[in-house]
């Protein structure tokens, strides 16, 4: 999995604009009317592949704005043979398209809310992202639309008579440069927000069984709650027969000051489980080498606060005092015994409740052949 790029070029939702530009380049060509069939198909077709594609992606909004308007036009060619005099379609199809990406515009918040809102709390940010990136890509379009529109309404204003050089020029070939101009500048903003973003840290979104999906910042997975599911690593660590226990931080996201095993983060982006469960050990164990965990099971975890997918690895020391040394509040290691009397007392974790039995019975096989 790789980490070049925070923001990939399926963001430039202004490649949506590319059956709109063959269109319009190749009626400069041909007849208008074949150009436009060719565009609505190019258009049809793309919007039906991003349809039939399995598993998350990010909805193509634009394209499917620049479907309908080719449509329209294709309509038109069949009811009104005069739809658009020759020489002006690129223009006509360029003030369409600024139409609709006004109102898109005007209406932005109402338009991400609405895909924010949505049941599918899998799909959804994909689709708030999708929406929030079709905002940016008609943002584009209507600045550089309006300095055309600029210009043609300057010529108007200082040209008498306008020369018909000024006629071809505005109507047939400024009009492609525009939408040229808007998916280049997209990408340039998308490559420029990649080098201001290189720093942030990104975690994995996860289906239940544990396949990446997609990514989303490690401060956003706090702030969505249980919208998604991230994966999370837990360490438990134990000795001579005993768990080691600690009181959470204060900072966690749930089960403040709770009694828990001590090792837990966010799988990175981009990270293997070996690599992430590694990191963890380190920042626990700077000094000591040699402390290596292994994995024991995987489970979904989910309340009103989160959403996880948790893998629950184990690590076994034989120097108790390993263990005792470690700066983790309140931490110390606990008999079945004293964890069992204190169970129903409201002390614990709720993931650590889930755990407890299986790290019991792991802890107590190991034990067990100990001594064979």
């Not at 592949?49 to 294709?74: D, E, H, M, N, Q």
């Not at 005099?85 to 369409?96: D, K, V």
């Not at 403040?256 to 990175?268: A, R």
Request: proline share 3%; glycine share 4%; charged share 20%.
């Amino acid at each position: 999995m790789s980490k070049k790029g925070n923001l990939s070029s399926a963001f430039n939702m202004s490649l949506g604009f590319l059956p709109i530009l063959v269109t319009i380049v190749l009626c400069l060509f041909i007849s208008q009317d074949i150009a436009i069939y060719i565009g609505t198909g190019i258009g049809a077709l793309a919007s039906l592949r991003t349809a039939v594609v399995k598993g998350a992606k990010v909805p193509r909004f634009i394209l499917y704005i620049s479907t309908i308007i080719l449509f329209l036009f294709t309509v038109a060619t069949f009811v009104y043979c005069k739809y658009c005099p020759y020489g002006y379609l690129p223009l006509t199809i360029e003030i369409s398209a600024f139409i609709m990406m006004a109102i898109l515009y005007m209406h932005k918040q109402r338009f991400i809310n609405f895909f924010i809102d949505r049941q599918d709390s899998c799909s959804k940010r994909f689709y708030a992202q999708g929406a929030e990136s079709a905002v940016v890509a008609a943002r584009i379009f209507l600045m550089v639309a309006s300095i055309h529109f600029a210009l043609i309404l300057v010529l108007m204003m200082t040209a008498h008579p306008i020369l018909e050089t000024h006629i071809i020029l505005f109507n047939r070939y400024l009009p492609p440069i525009v939408f040229l101009l808007t998916i280049v500048f997209n990408q340039i903003a998308i490559f420029y927000f990649n080098r201001i973003t290189r720093h942030i840290e990104y975690v994995p979104i996860v289906n239940k069984q544990g396949a990446v999906i997609g990514k989303t910042m490690a401060l956003e997975a706090i702030r969505y709650k249980n919208e998604y599911i991230n994966p999370v690593i837990r360490i438990a660590a134990f000795s001579q027969g005993k768990l080691y226990l600690c009181n959470r931080s204060q900072n966690c996201i749930i089960d403040q000051d709770k009694i828990d095993i001590p090792m837990e983060c966010y799988l990175k982006y981009g990270e293997t489980l070996e690599h992430g469960a590694k990191r963890l050990i380190k920042n626990a164990f700077p000094k000591v080498k040699g402390v290596d965990p292994f994995f024991n099971i995987m489970y979904h975890f989910e309340n009103k606060h989160t959403n996880r997918l948790i893998y629950l690895f184990m690590v076994e020391t034989d120097n108790p005092d390993l263990l005792y040394n470690l700066n983790f509040k309140n931490g110390r290691l606990w008999t079945f015994q004293e964890v069992e009397a204190q169970m129903g007392k409201n002390m614990f974790s709720e993931c650590f409740k889930h755990e407890y039995q299986h790290l019991k019975e792991v802890i107590c096989t190991r034990e067990k052949y100990k001594e064979l």
